[in-house]
C-alpha cells in the first residue's frame, strides 16, 4: 500500500507543476495579446485620424478651385464690362454727326459778304443741340455703372471667400503635418546611434538616457527603469533577442533589428520605456533605456505646488497695507 499510495503523491505533484506551468503559459500569453492589441488600436486610431485630415484638406482644396473659377469668371465679365465702357465713353468723346452741316454755315459768310448780316442770325441758332445728346448718353450709362459696381462688389466677395478658404486649407494642413510628425515621432521617436548623439538627446532634458553593455546570459541586469537579459546576437543579420521584465511579468523580443526601437508601456507609467541597441557584437550588445523625466505622481506633485506658490504670491500684496 505505501510504494501505491507514494505514486499517486508524485503524479499529483507533476499534475500540480505541469498545471502551474500551463497557468503562467497562458497568463504571459494573455499580456502580450493585450499590449499588441493596444498597440494595434492606437495604429489604426492615428491612420483614421490621418485619413480625417487628408479628406478634409482634399474637400478645402475642391472648394478653392471652385471659388478660383468663379472668381476668373467674374473678373473676365468685369473686363467685357471696363471695355464696353471705355468704348462708349470714347463714342460719347467723338464730335456729333452734325460737323457738315456747320461746315456749310461757315462756308456761306465767305462767299456771300455782303449778306453776312441776315444769314449770321439764323447760324448761330442750331448751336445747342448736342446738349440733349449728352444726357441721353449720360442716361444710357447710368445703368452700366450700377451693373459694373455690383459685379466689383460680387468679385470682392468671392475674394474675400476665396482669402478664407485659403487660409482654411493652410491651417488643415499644417494640423495634417503635425499629426503626421507627432505620429511618426510617437511610433519612431528620436534614435541616437552613437554616444554623442545620445548626449545631444540628453540635453534636451525631455526625457532620462541610461547607457547599457550587455552579455549573452541568463541572468537579468537592471538598467534604469527596466530589467534586461541579452539571450541571442545574430551578428550577420544584425540582430538580438532580448528578455525583460515588466511589471513582474517577463517578455521577450525576437530577431530585434539594429537601431529598432522596443516600446514598453508600464502601468504607472504616462509615457512609454523606450529600449534601443545601436551595436551588436558576438555575444553583447550596447545601447541605451529612455525613460520619462518625471513620474504621473512627481508631475501632478509639481503642478500642485507651482499653484500654491502662485497663490500665496498673489496673496502677499494684499496683505501689505494692513501692516
Known amino acids: 500500500m505505501e510504494p501505491f499510495e507514494e505514486n499517486n503523491f508524485s503524479e499529483n505533484e507533476k499534475t500540480e507543476s505541469h498545471t502551474a506551468a500551463n497557468r503562467w503559459f497562458v ?13 494595434m488600436s492606437y495604429g489604426v486610431h492615428e491612420r483614421n485620424q490621418v485619413q480625417q485630415l ?4 482634399a474637400t478645402a482644396n475642391n472648394a478653392m478651385s471652385q471659388l478660383q473659377a468663379q472668381v476668373n469668371t467674374l473678373t473676365a ?23 457738315p452741316a456747320t461746315s456749310e454755315a461757315s462756308a456761306t459768310p465767305t462767299t456771300e459778304t ?13 448751336a445747342p443741340k ?19 459696381t455690383q459685379l466689383q462688389a460680387q468679385l470682392d466677395a468671392q475674394q474675400r471667400q476665396l482669402k478664407e ?35 545631444a538627446l540628453e540635453k534636451r532634458g525631455e526625457r532620462s538616457y541610461f547607457e ?15 530589467t534586461l537579459s541579452l539571450r541571442k546576437t545574430d551578428t550577420k543579420h544584425k540582430s538580438y533577442d532580448l528578455a525583460m521584465i515588466v511589471d513582474d511579468n517577463e517578455l521577450s523580443k525576437k530577431k530585434v533589428n539594429l537601431y529598432e526601437p522596443i516600446w514598453i508601456h ?58
Open 212 to 226: 547599457f553593455d550587455l552579455s549573452k546570459s541568463k541572468e537579468f541586469q537592471r538598467v534604469g527603469p527596466m
Open 165 to 199: 478658404t485659403q487660409d482654411e486649407v493652410a491651417k488643415n494642413r499644417a494640423d495634417l503635418e503635425g499629426s503626421i510628425s507627432s505620429t511618426r515621432d510617437e511610433l519612431n521617436g528620436s534614435i541616437a546611434k552613437t554616444h554623442d548623439e545620445l548626449v
Open 27 to 39: 497568463i504571459a500569453l494573455i499580456v502580450l495579446l493585450g499590449v499588441a492589441g493596444i498597440a
Open 266 to 323: 508600464t502601468e504607472n507609467g504616462s509615457q512609454p520605456v523606450q529600449v534601443v541597441v545601436n551595436h551588436i557584437d558576438k555575444n553583447i550588445v550596447h545601447g541605451y533605456v529612455s525613460a520619462p523625466k518625471y513620474k504621473q505622481s512627481e508631475l501632478a506633485a509639481l503642478s500642485s505646488s507651482a499653484n500654491a506658490a502662485a497663490a500665496s504670491g498673489s496673496s502677499q500684496p494684499a496683505a501689505q497695507p494692513q501692516q
Open 130 to 148: 448736342p446738349a440733349p445728346k449728352k444726357r441721353t448718353t449720360a442716361k444710357r450709362h447710368a445703368p452700366v455703372d450700377k451693373r459694373y
Open 54 to 57: 487628408t479628406a478634409q484638406a
Open 77 to 99: 465679365r468685369l473686363n467685357d464690362m471696363t471695355a464696353a465702357q471705355a468704348q462708349a465713353a470714347s463714342a460719347a468723346a467723338t464730335p456729333p454727326a452734325t460737323s
Open 114 to 126: 455782303t449778306e453776312a448780316p441776315a444769314v449770321t442770325a439764323p447760324a448761330v441758332a442750331p
